[in-house]
């Protein structure tokens, strides 16, 4: 595996955020990693983010075919960790997201979106802390097949607002049957 890159960000100045208060003080610095496909083991590290979950994993996705994801997942839920996910309704419907019965039987509490062209979004929240995001859909295809990148960013503040995306989809969202 190459290496991941790491750097410090300053949160907030990478997103668009309302500005802070006076005393509200500057944002920590975050921790930022960047793993691309092919090379990287994305899905490893996606996993290892989940396995570390001590409260709670929030997951944003439109596609979703990967094990190894799904297994940390599974393992998460079975640990006593809630877990959350939001899908896309339409991939649901047409096969795209096969790991959802898995998911449904360990514990995993699934929301489906519909109202939107595509529920595009491909994140996952841990611990509200802890956010990994970018291009990766959660498949094989995108670990072994595709040139994709990913984004683990360790900051309070950041998972603040995907926390607070992930919520307005949630209840915009129907609970799987």
Known sequence: MRAA????????????APAPSADA?????????????????????IASRIDAARR????????FTNRRIASALVRAAKRGVAVDLVADAAQHASGGLPRVR?????????WLRE???????KFVVVDGEVVVTGSFNFTQAAQDRNAENVVIIESREVAGRFLAEFERHRAAASRLQ
């Open 5 to 16: 890159l790491a750097f410090a960000l300053v949160a907030g100045a990478a997103i668009a």
């Open 25 to 45: 003080g500057r944002a920590a610095p975050a921790r930022v990693e960047a793993f691309f496909t092919p090379g990287d083991e994305v899905d490893r590290a």
């Open 56 to 63: 709670d994993v929030r997951v944003a996705a439109y596609l």
């Open 102 to 110: 898995e998911l449904d039987r360990a514990g995993v509490r699934i």
């Open 115 to 121: 109202g939107l062209a595509a529920f595009h979004h």
